[in-house]
């Protein structure tokens, strides 16, 4: 046995570039293969939210917080990120709303995760943007801010930038039963390759193929698939079934700029209703939400983008075959809450969106890991805490 030195991720995603963050660090060589000329899944579609608050005590909110310490080491390191610790305001629009947000705030974990429970004025006070009629807020100082559409590109700079610097001959996952022959001498690669464009299409023994025909040789293959389950993923449902691992539908919108910054992200009293932070007794108080919102199970979340325009979203669909087309009245009813809470228009809708995430839906795991057959390492399933959680899930792959 021989310890691992070149390993292949597949998935540009954000799991799989943080796999590569990771395995560089630990000083592996590291070629990275992406299907599309630059990634289109989950990680590019969502709103960018290290979110902490609805995360479920335990291992969970663990799993969270180590992630949102990792984010904002890779923030300072990586300003293309435009990591923000922002915070975020979950709004009660009346008192059985404001009753969850208070159990919340009470609990032993507030503190962790940095709550405060605010009347309407402090409410304001902290997002001046929210002129809407509202009965309190939650405040979670540990929720931040990336930036979807930038951070994936501009930690492949990073990695790029630091090729060469990262400790020669890594010592951490197994070695996995390659040949000497597979191994690139030292002074043959610059340590990071990224490789979009390549569809692998086989995995053989320490080796994979893209769909070019070309051969990447590796000791190691960590496959982030996303939600894409067919192709060279097919023959490891078994394991994927294991978890129960399902797919999940989302619509999202994003606007002109605001004209004035929205200090936090702003979730709604929707939101209470889907975290599983606040599976607490007064929830179980709430009225029925609107028909709308319950047909396309729809929350409000509103981020700001760096450019001064607001991502909206999001519905979650889980029955397939997905419409292949977007439900205008979601979008309807997303924008209403929106203006509810802003006391205002939303500026124009510039875009909509789609996006499809992969998510365990069986016992306890937060996500899929696996080994499905020696030397590779399946990790998948994420669910929506895919974008806060990625680094952290990368470093316990290395653990
Ligand atoms: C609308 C929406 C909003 C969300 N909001 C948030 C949020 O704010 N915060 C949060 O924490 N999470 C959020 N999530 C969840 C999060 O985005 C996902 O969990 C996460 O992005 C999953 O990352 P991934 O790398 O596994 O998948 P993906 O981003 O789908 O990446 C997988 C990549 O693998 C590539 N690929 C697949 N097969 C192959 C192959 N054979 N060869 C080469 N490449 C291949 C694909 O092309 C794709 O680029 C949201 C998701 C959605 C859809």
């Known amino acids: 046995m021989r310890l691992t030195q070149r390993i292949v991720v597949i998935g540009g995603g954000v799991l ?16 990275h293969l992406e299907r599309e000329g630059e990634a289109r899944g989950a990680s590019v ?36 990120l435009r990591f923000r610790p922002a915070g975020s305001l979950t709004v009660a629009a009346d008192d059985a709303e404001l009753r969850v947000l208070k159990e919340a705030a009470a609990l032993p974990d507030a503190v962790q995760r940095d709550l405060e429970l605010l009347d309407p004025g402090a409410v304001r006070a902290a997002n001046p943007a929210l002129r809407g009629e509202l009965a309190g807020g939650l405040l979670c100082r540990a929720d931040a801010i990336v930036e979807p ?12 930038a630091t090729a060469g610097e990262a400790r020669a001959g890594g010592s951490g996952p197994a070695a996995t039963g390659g040949t000497a022959s597979s ?8 340590g990071y390759q990224w490789l979009p464009g390549r569809e692998v299409t086989e995995i053989a023994p320490n080796a994979v193929r ?15 698939p996303g939600a894409a389950f067919t192709g060279v993923v097919g023959r490891y449902r078994g394991s994927l079934a294991r978890d129960g691992v399902r797919r999940v539908r989302l619509q999202m919108l994003q606007t002109a700029p605001l004209a004035e910054r929205l200090t ?66 979601a979008y309807d009813h997303l924008q209403a809450r929106a203006e509810a809470l802003l006391g205002a228009p939303i500026p124009r809708v510039r875009r909509r969106w789609a996006g499809v995430y992969s998510e365990v839906s069986i016992g306890t795991a937060l996500y899929h890991r696996s080994e499905p057959e020696p030397g590779v390492v399946l990790v998948t399933g994420p669910g929506g805490r895919g974008m806060t959680c990625a680094p952290a899930i990368a470093e316990e792959t290395f653990r």
């Open 183 to 190: 191994v690139v001498p030292p002074g043959r690669h610059s």
């Open 45 to 80: 579609r969502n709103f960018g939210l290290v979110w902490v608050s609805g995360r479920r005590a335990g291992a969970e909110l663990a799993l969270a917080l180590r992630a949102r310490e990792l984010w904002a080491e890779l923030g300072a390191a990586v300003p293309g």
């Open 264 to 329: 936090t992200a702003v979730a709604d009293g929707d939101s209470l209703r889907y975290y599983p932070a606040y599976d607490l007794p007064a929830r179980g108080l709430l009225p029925p939400q609107a028909p709308v919102a319950e047909r396309t199970r729809a929350q409000l979340l509103m981020v700001q983008r760096a450019d001064g325009g607001l991502t909206i979203g999001d519905t979650h669909e889980y029955d397939e075959p997905f419409a292949f087309d977007v439900d205008s009245d």
């Open 210 to 224: 893209d769909h070019t025909g070309a051969w990447h040789q590796c000791d190691l293959v960590i496959l982030c």
């Open 149 to 160: 559409r930038q951070a994936l590109p501009a930690l492949r700079g990073y990695l790029a």
């Open 16 to 31: 799989g570039t943080m796999h590569a963050v990771a395995a560089r660090r630990r000083g592996y060589e590291v070629v």
